[in-house]
């Protein structure tokens, strides 16, 4: 997909929570190739102070190993975005610290939005993580009216379970969240346009039953 089709509503939203004067927490949530991080990217395209994608856990030994890939690969993303003057995080409280650090350095006043994709896969068995992350809202996000913080994941249970619906430490937290449901038929025939690809609504309808209305499927030709 080379632009947004449909998703008129969740742009709007988006648009609506960055020009926001308070703090946002915004959690998107949707089936895996539902197009989350395209909508993110392109809605937020150049306003994204710092970026961040979880590892996959596939092939990843044991706990110990996937906290470690998980940390490495977060303060790389950190290095990316011009995080000087720190090594590399032995704990996830120290890694949150550092990006605290960092988004301080590059506080110039405008809003600042702060973008983790996939964060299921960072919560790995007895890493301390969910720990730390509800440590950096509650404690420094929070208290900052120019943050916009985005988390995604297709892991719809780990959002409604630790986020959307927590009893723990984020409860209530979450300003605003978005579940990105597949291309309607509409979307569809509009998608297939937009690429130049001539099909009848007989095919369009097949196509969305075969590809269920997941954008990344429809690209695949």
């Not at 449901?181 to 007989?202: D, N, V």
Request: one cysteine or more.
């Amino acid at each position: 997909m080379s632009a947004i089709v449909g998703r008129k509503q969740e742009i709007e939203e988006l648009e609506r929570l960055y020009r926001s004067d308070r703090p946002e927490f915004v959690a998107v949530y949707g089936r895996r190739r539902v197009g989350k991080t395209f909508l993110i990217k392109q809605a937020l395209k150049n306003r994204i102070t710092f970026q961040h994608t979880g590892v996959s856990p596939i092939d990843q030994d044991d706990a110990k190993s996937r906290m470690k890939t998980q940390l490495e690969s977060f303060y790389y993303s950190m290095l990316n975005h011009g995080l000087e003057g720190f090594k590399k995080p032995k704990s996830w409280m120290e890694a949150f610290y550092q990006l605290e650090q960092l988004l301080t350095s590059l506080d110039d006043g405008k809003r600042q939005v702060v973008f983790i994709d996939e964060m299921p896969w960072m919560d790995t068995p007895r890493s301390g993580f969910l720990p730390a992350f509800e440590n950096f809202w509650n404690g420094w996000c929070s208290g900052r009216d120019n943050m916009m913080l985005i988390v995604c994941g297709s892991a719809t249970s780990w959002i409604l379970g630790n986020l959307s619906r927590s009893r723990g430490g984020l409860y209530g937290r979450l300003t605003d969240e978005i579940k990105l449901l597949p291309f309607t038929l509409k979307e569809c025939e509009e998608y297939f346009e937009g690429e130049g690809i001539e099909l009848s609504r007989y095919d369009i309808v097949q196509s969305h039953m075969v590809f269920g209305g997941i954008p990344y499927y429809l690209s695949l030709r």
